[in-house]
Structure formats: C-alpha cells, structure tokens
C-alpha cells in the first residue's frame, strides 16, 4: 500500500472511531404544558435522533435536574411558568449555570420580550407557533453555535421611555452570579438570615452583597433595589396567549 493510501486508510479508521465514541446531545426541556414538551422532544428528535432528553415542570426542577443528571448541552425554556416572574427563570439559570446554553420556546414572542431574553443571555428565541420542522431547524442552529431568532423579528426601535429599561439591563450586567442570586432572593422577600442559609455562607457576607448591589443598581435602600428588579418582569397579561393551544407541530 502506498504511504498516500495507509495515511487515507488511518483517517478513515480515526474518523470512524470519532463516530463510534460521540456522546448523544443532552437536552433539558422546562415547560409545565405536557403537549409542548411533547412536541419539543419530538423536534429534538428530528434533529437528534439519539439524543437524551430530560424534562422539568419548574425552575426548581431544572435546577434539581442539571444537579442530579447534567451536564446538559443544551436547555429549551418556557419564561411563563408556576412560580416564575418574567425572566426570572432564565436569570436564575443563567445564574447558577452561566456556562450552559438556555434557549427561550416561548408563546410570547413580542419583539421587546426577545429583545429583553437576549438582553439576560438567552442563546435563542423561538416561538412556540413554529411547525415542528422549523423547531428542528432552529434546535440545530443553536447547536452549532449560532444564534436563532425568529425569520420576521425585527428588534424594537428605541424609545425615550425605555432608557430606564436600557440603563437597568446595563446595571445588572454588572452583578456578580452571587450578587444576583441575592437579588433573586430580595425579590422574594427573603431576610438577610434566610439568604445566608440558603447560600451557605455569613449574614456578613450577605450584607457586604446587597451593600454591592445598591451601590451597581445606583438605589439607596433594599426596597429600591426591589422595585428596580421587577423591570425583569413583563405585562403577560397585554401578550397574546397561546400556551393553551395545541402545538403546531402536532397538527
């Protein structure tokens, strides 16, 4: 055999056990509707037939889960959710995991909604009108790296009464991983004792944390700080409803 031909025939057999030995994508689909996370895991599977799905019906779930059976390549994220306030449930995510890609399969697909999810760190959005190819499609795109929004998405025009919007989106960027958990936990309404215990550290340490976060927030109480996260909010109430409908994909 030529030096050409065992060289070609090498590449053939490390290519071949490349293959052989490639982990099955990992996916994690958090919605509370069953029918959409059928229909998700079966887009997922269009695209990755051997992949590995998991499901979760809550953040807290989610975030048991990535603990017990991650990592994950990749999670598929409802925002309306028991339990959950606008992005808080991608923030929260994004938090604890800043690491792992979250894609937002929303109903709500206002353009200034995608433009907030981007804004937090989510990887893509994709509405959940999509047919199941077109999930698929946008699934795999994510994958390779790339960003998905939605083919007719054109970002919001900046409007004077969103500078605030703006400016605090800018602010929180500043926060720490820590110091948003905290902030998290203010939202809630959790004293500085109960954040303590559930981050398993000193009541000192939590209040050196919301010293940072009023000065980053540029507030001069923990009531203020609070009123300025709930900008992470949105009016779901004034978005078009579809969680309650079939999913496309399912026609």
């Known amino acids: 055999m030529s030096n050409a031909g065992h060289v070609a025939s090498l590449m ?5 056990v490349l293959e052989a030995s490639a982990v099955p994508a990992r996916f994690l689909v958090v919605d509370d509707h069953p029918l959409f996370r059928e229909a998700i895991q079966l ?9 590995k799905i998991v499901e979760a019906t809550s953040i807290a779930g989610a975030r048991a889960v990535i603990g017990s059976e991650g990592p994950f390549d990749l999670v598929l994220l409802d925002l309306t959710m028991p339990g959950t306030r606008g992005f808080e449930g991608l923030l929260e995510l994004r938090t604890h995991h800043p690491k792992l890609p979250v894609v937002i399969v929303s109903a709500l697909d206002d353009p200034q909604i995608i433009h907030q999810g981007m804004t937090y760190g989510a990887a893509g959005f994709i ?15 994510v994958m390779n790296g790339c960003v998905y929004l939605p083919k007719d998405y054109e970002p919001p025009q900046a409007q004077p009464q969103n500078s605030g919007q703006s400016s605090f989106t800018t602010r929180l960027g500043t926060l720490t991983p820590q110091q948003l958990r905290v902030l998290m936990m203010l939202r809630q309404g959790k004293l500085n004792k109960q954040i303590a215990y559930e981050l398993d550290v000193g009541e000192t340490t939590v209040k050196a944390h919301v010293s940072e976060i009023l000065r980053k927030l540029n507030v001069a109480s923990r009531t203020q700080a609070v009123i300025e996260a709930q900008k992470i909010d949105f009016d779901a109430a004034s978005l078009p409803q579809r969680d309650t409908e079939k999913p496309s994909g399912s026609r």
């Open 43 to 51: 887009a997922v599977l269009v695209a990755y037939p051997e992949a």
């Open 12 to 16: 053939t057999h490390e290519v071949a």
């Open 127 to 141: 509405p959940k009108s999509v047919r199941k190819g077109e999930l698929a499609d946008a699934i795999q795109t």
